[in-house]
């Protein structure tokens, strides 16, 4: 066997190693797209970290727990946090909007628009990933 010989070997096992890979794959997003419960488990997992095979050693009631629990929070509004159940009857507000401000997200943005004012006079590769976060100060004792 020649070094050409090997080399195509090599090739074709890679090959047919990567033809199984995305032939998984389209099986695997077909059922994602087909399997509302294997979709789920898999939103599940992803959200609490963890492999499908250890979700899949729980007992019965575990994980239907679990997914009953996980459809119920996955249900919340991203932006208040509120369940659509805590709004039972909309002409009824249980709640009431409030304005605060918070010392800190208004320091982060003042020091926002301050690094938008200097990028602006930066290669504009300069300022990719920067980012902005709080930090104590030192405090007179």
Known sequence: MTAEDTWLNVDAVTFAHWTRWLYDQEAIV?????????????????????????FLEWGE???????????????RCTSCGLH??????????????????????????????????QSETMPASASDGVKSFLKKTAVDG
């Open 61 to 75: 009631e575990d994980q239907a727990n679990a997914l009953a629990y996980f459809y119920y929070e996955a249900r």
């Open 84 to 117: 659509p159940d805590d709004w039972s009857d909309p002409s009824e507000p249980k709640y009431q909007a409030q304005t605060m401000v918070c010392p800190g997200c208004a320091e982060l943005d003042r020091h926002q628009r301050w690094m938008k004012e």
């Open 30 to 54: 077909y059922r994602l797209q087909n399997d509302p419960l294997f979709s789920m488990q898999m939103r599940l997992c992803n959200e609490w970290k963890m492999p499908l095979s250890e």
